[in-house]
């Protein structure tokens, strides 16, 4: 996510702190390329010219200029500026008694997925959600709500076939949410178009009854110069309380977060970042713009090792590297325990630093090829790589539709990295965190 926006940023102020000494021209130099950068990525034109102003006015500051590493200070303002315009502080949701939670937005945003991974996160929080269709309009939607709500095991009220009425829909769901266990409701609502008055009026009037806590906008991340008057137009009308910016993982601009946050000034709560029903996560604009400015999110990172890293399996690897051991069984469970945490492209911007190294990218259809030749080797020749002759790698290429050489270049990879661990005590180091960090 942001990765056009964050490799411009990022080379704009590895330029600046190039510098020994910062004037106004080389801040107006700077501030005029990460303009370009903004409007490019999306970014609405007046937000845009609104933040470089801002920043402009704290960069050149008595402070900053007689600062012994003013290219650093300029970071560190631009860091706070950008954490302010995509909301500061984390804003958790109001989940007051009744718990509504109205779900809304255009067609295609995402919503009824959303609904669901909604509820799977509340659910993991302690939560018992419940979910209700009120698309009356696309069937469809009522039975991917009922599929979702099944995948993550969340009740699922469905309307009458027949019912094309949806505020008398959504009183026989209270019924219905009355008989259940649940503790908080989230209401799935048709698609509209920012003309469209009679499903606007539809969805105010289903306000009005349900009176909902929350009234979540569900925003594809990618709606780019369109974000502000979607935004916009949809907070005039409701009112929202909060925003969930879907598909970030395959929007390279994301400009769409900064500019509704912006023009409603309401918080993005949540962001979808992959298509998986775990990929969900609270939204935390510190930690955003750190990664769009190439300083990683470690504290992220730990948090998803700490969810998708199993504590016996980490302390079992561990004890293969003390004893030097590693093998290609380990090989795949490590392979296995990364894949949990999610698209490694992520991971990567989560480390401080890697973002903005050179060439470094992450091609899944490699990696899926290395999974395949390790799943093509026996039980004995993953336990016992020195056996791999010549017959073998051509047996194994065979098998896993890949070419000796790759089976090669794998094996010599495989026996670079094995010498690694042998040698470095940072490595079992951190094998050791990781099998405490559940503790």
């Not at 080797?377 to 050489?405: C, W």
Request: charged letters at 25%; glycine letters at 8%.
């Amino acid at each position: 996510m942001f990765s056009q926006l964050g490799d411009k940023l990022q080379d704009i102020f590895k330029d600046l702190r190039g510098h020994g000494t910062i004037s106004e021209t080389n801040i107006n130099d700077a501030l005029r390329q990460v303009r370009l950068a903004l409007l490019e990525a999306d970014v609405d034109f007046q937000v845009a010219k609104n933040f470089i102003a801002r920043v402009k006015d704290k960069a050149l500051g008595e402070e900053v200029l007689r600062s012994v590493t003013p290219g650093q200070q300029i970071v560190k303002i631009f860091h706070d500026e950008l954490t302010s315009l995509l909301g500061r502080d984390a804003a958790p949701l109001n989940l007051d008694k009744p718990a509504r939670i109205l779900m809304v937005g255009l067609n295609g945003a995402g919503k009824t997925t959303s609904s669901a991974k909604l509820a799977r996160y509340l659910k993991k929080q302690g939560r018992a959600p419940l979910l209700i269709a009120c698309d009356l309009h696309r069937p469809a939607a009522i039975e991917q709500l009922a599929t979702l709500g099944r995948q993550v095991d969340v009740p699922v009220y469905t309307p009458d076939p027949q019912e094309k009425n949806v505020r008398r829909s959504a009183a026989a769901a209270l019924e219905w949410a009355a008989q259940q266990t649940g503790n908080v409701q989230i209401f799935d609502t048709a698609g509209r178009q920012e003309i469209d008055t009679a499903l606007i009026e539809e969805i105010k009037g289903l306000k009005e009854f349900l009176k909902p806590q929350e009234i979540l906008l569900v925003a594809d991340a990618a709606t780019g110069q369109q974000a502000v008057s979607v935004a916009t137009h949809f907070h005039e009308a409701l009112g929202i309380t909060g925003i969930i910016l879907t598909k970030l993982d395959g929007d390279a601009r994301g400009g769409a977060a900064l500019s509704m946050r912006e023009v409603t000034q309401r918080p993005i709560k949540f962001a979808g970042v992959g298509e998986k029903l775990d990929q969900f996560e609270a939204f935390v604009p510190d930690r955003l713009a750190g990664r769009i400015l190439g300083m990683g999110d470690i504290v992220g990172l730990v948090e998803k090792a700490a969810e998708a890293i199993d504590e016996e399996e980490a302390a079992r690897l561990e004890q293969k590297l003390k004893t030097a051991s590693f093998d290609f069984n380990d090989f795949l469970a490590q392979f296995k325990m990364m894949r949990k945490m999610g698209p490694l492209e992520n991971i990567l911007g989560m480390i401080p630093g890697m973002s903005n190294v050179q060439g470094l990218s992450v091609d899944e259809k490699q990696l899926k090829r290395t999974e395949a030749i390790v799943l093509s080797m026996t039980h004995e020749e993953r336990t016992r790589p020195d056996i791999l002759n010549a017959r073998r790698r051509q047996r194994i290429a065979r098998g896993s539709g890949s070419s000796v050489t790759e089976v090669n270049d794998l094996l010599q990879r495989f026996n670079q990295m094995r010498k690694m661990m042998k040698s470095s005590g940072k490595m079992k180091k951190m094998m050791a965190q990781m099998a405490r960090m559940k503790k």
